[in-house]
């Protein structure tokens, strides 16, 4: 049920979405990790106390608050933890047209799982623990969608 008033109540609404562009720093780790992704390589840090390997890289390990000093390059596979299909179209956040699929992905080595899109999949063969592989654009710009998609390792 609608909160709008209806249209023959005499108002008129317009729908619209507004577009705030806007930047941040991104700071001494982000920086070196999208530099790297850039030249298609994906590295994580480890702490050295637990000795957890954090992808996207931390700074400091959340449970032993210790300084992640050590940088580790992780290989381009992983295995998929869990995913979604999308099927609906919301153009103003949506990265591109339904429907597509995404999920979490825990490279090998990692600790930790990234999301991201998948590609070269058929959806009804998706499924939990299936072997992915990151594919790279060709002209990578230092930014997380310099990985295009994962795909399933064949
Ligand atoms: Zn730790």
């Not at 619209?16 to 780790?29: F, L, N, R």
């Not at 996207?56 to 608050?65: A, D, H, Q, R, T």
Request: charged residues 30%; contains cysteine.
């Amino acid at each position: 049920m609608s909160e709008l008033p209806e249209k023959d109540e005499g108002i008129y609404v317009h729908r619209s979405g507004i577009k705030v562009p806007y930047q941040w720093h991104a700071g001494e780790y982000a920086t070196r990790f999208y530099t790297e992704l850039k030249d298609k390589r994906i590295w994580g840090t480890k702490c050295p106390d637990c000795g957890k390997l954090f992808i996207p890289p931390k700074k400091s390990c959340p449970e032993c608050f210790k300084q992640c000093y050590e940088w580790v390059e992780l290989g381009d596979t992983g295995t998929l933890l869990t995913y979604t299909i999308v099927r609906y179209s919301e153009p103003l956040i949506q990265p591109r047209e339904p429907p597509y699929a995404y999920g979490i992905i825990k490279l090998d080595g990692a600790d930790t799982g990234v999301v991201h899109l998948l590609g070269e999949i058929d959806f009804d063969k998706i499924k939990v623990g299936m072997r992915v592989k990151a594919v790279f654009n060709e002209n990578p710009e230092g930014n997380f969608l310099d990985i295009k998609y994962f795909k399933p390792v064949r």
